[in-house]
């Protein structure tokens, strides 16, 4: 039987594996600080009660090669990629890419590290197909436009699926017949609704998305069959996921020039809760520096241009796991503390004096701004404070607040320990097999045992 022509398919294949980010110096800095940084978070995450309640369901105590960051046992590749994506994305704290509207890295560095359990590769090999497998993560980000998101899809979950099989693909030197396979499998495992935002199933989706990524690459190169035409089908990928708002010229054009990663970038949280919260993290911030204190506060008023609040999804939280995604509660506690930790965001009620400033916040919309977007000029926020004494405070944010290293972030996530302490400079200047042999065996220990 003839195969239907996919040009648009084979030529994001063929883009994918004949890729080489090693020659662009900026992108594998910022790609080493990204895995520093998602390090830090999976290393955190491993301590997480929910972590273990997924490592015991998903079969994690099976035999196998693969290494559980921050935990002493090895198991089964799949399910490592997806314990491993869960613990880098259970506290929220991991990176977010504006093109995706999702967080790439803790889902194609856990597949990633998965593979080395079943064949030998460079640490630089890592640096370079996670490149890629963002690039066409982000890229598939861009061709979707914003009804993906805003109807209810997550794009960690949909779109990570597909840049893990990338990233495999390029680092296996798949041909681009067999990539084209793996992607169209892949696609065909899409799946993740931002319902499940403030529950454990939206980490979940970042394992899900490793395992499923990590899965396909795996049937294609067995010579497993499946549709080799996931972006040229009538009833493709756009086609369902898109919504009529898709720009297909996006998959390709200027295919890493620059790379995704490097512009528009990541951004590194600097707080442990739902990116779109940060800008009035850190207005609030300023304000306790400035002396402002919650009982002089009457009524508070956040202006988002339209769809830039889609993700935070609660207002009134009963816990701190809820609390991630209320720019309500993050308000109030980053005022009233002047810092946001990793207890304003556990599994605990959350705290009567930080809910009681919340309940006095709201939100609107600005409709005659441009709807928020992958352009991440089309992001701000404007806080309105109106003060018991009859006068006013205005605020307003642009863009979104990151960190531009991450090491002071590892050391606090890892406790200070030093048995993980030469991790952040291992990833700065690992190229050798012998390298990331090291950096898996620095991983392969118990975080709950390292803390002093």
């Not at 805003?150 to 699926?161: D, N, P, S, V, W």
């Not at 600005?366 to 404070?385: E, G, K, L, Y």
């Not at 990331?436 to 220990?445: D, F, S, V």
């Amino acid at each position: 039987m003839t195969r239907p022509s996919a040009p648009l398919t084979s030529a994001f294949a063929e883009a994918i594996v004949s890729s080489d980010p090693l020659t662009d110096s900026a992108a594998i800095d910022v790609a080493r600080l990204a895995i520093i940084d998602f390090l830090a978070c999976a290393i955190a995450g491993a301590r997480d009660d929910t972590t273990g309640l997924l490592a015991e369901a998903v079969g994690a105590n099976l035999p196998g090669d693969a290494i559980l960051i921050g935990c002493a046992r090895r198991t089964d590749p799949l399910a490592a990629s997806i314990v491993n994506g869960y613990a880098g994305h259970v506290l929220d704290y991991d990176d977010v890419h504006a093109s995706v509207r999702g967080h790439p890295t803790a889902v194609i560095v856990p597949a990633l590290l998965a593979l080395a359990a079943e064949r030998s590769f460079s640490a630089e090999a890592l640096v370079a197909s996670y490149i890629v497998g963002l690039e066409a993560m982000a890229r598939l980000g861009l061709s979707l436009g914003s009804k993906h998101y805003e109807t209810g899809f997550h794009a960690t979950a949909t779109l990570g699926t597909l840049g893990a099989a990338a990233a495999i693909a390029h680092l296996t030197r798949a041909s681009v017949d067999e990539t084209a396979v793996a992607l169209g499998l892949a696609a065909t495992q899409s799946s993740g609704l931002r319902l499940q935002f403030g529950n454990d199933a939206k980490p979940y989706h970042a394992g899900m998305a490793a395992r499923s990524g990590l899965l396909s690459a795996r049937l294609a190169a067995a010579g497993f069959s499946g549709a080799s035409d996931f972006l040229d089908n009538p009833v493709g990928f756009h086609s369902v996921f898109a919504f009529g708002a898709e720009r297909l010229s996006a998959l390709t054009e200027n295919w890493g020039s620059p790379w995704q990663i490097v512009a528009p970038g990541l951004t590194l949280k600097a707080y442990p809760c739902c990116t779109a919260s940060h800008p009035v993290a850190s207005l609030g911030i300023d304000l306790n520096r400035e002396g402002l204190r919650a009982e002089a506060i009457a009524r508070i008023t956040f202006t988002y241009p339209p769809g830039a609040d889609a993700a935070l999804v609660v207002s009134e939280p009963t816990n701190g796991i809820e609390a991630r995604f209320s720019p309500e509660y993050v308000f109030a506690a980053a005022l009233i503390d002047g810092a946001l930790r990793l207890d304003h965001f556990d599994g605990q009620p959350v705290a009567p004096r930080l809910i009681a400033l919340a309940k006095r916040a709201g939100r609107r919309h600005d409709q005659a701004a441009p709807r928020m977007s992958s352009d991440p000029q089309t992001r701000f926020v404007i806080v309105d404070i109106a003060l018991a004494d009859g006068s006013t405070i205005q605020r307003r944010f642009d863009g979104l607040p990151g960190l531009t290293d991450p090491t002071e972030k590892f050391r606090d996530a890892t406790g200070r320990h030093p048995a993980f302490a030469d991790i952040p400079s291992l990833v700065r200047t690992m190229h050798s097999a012998a390298d990331l042999r090291k950096l898996l065996a620095l991983l392969n220990q118990d975080a709950a045992q390292n803390l002093v």
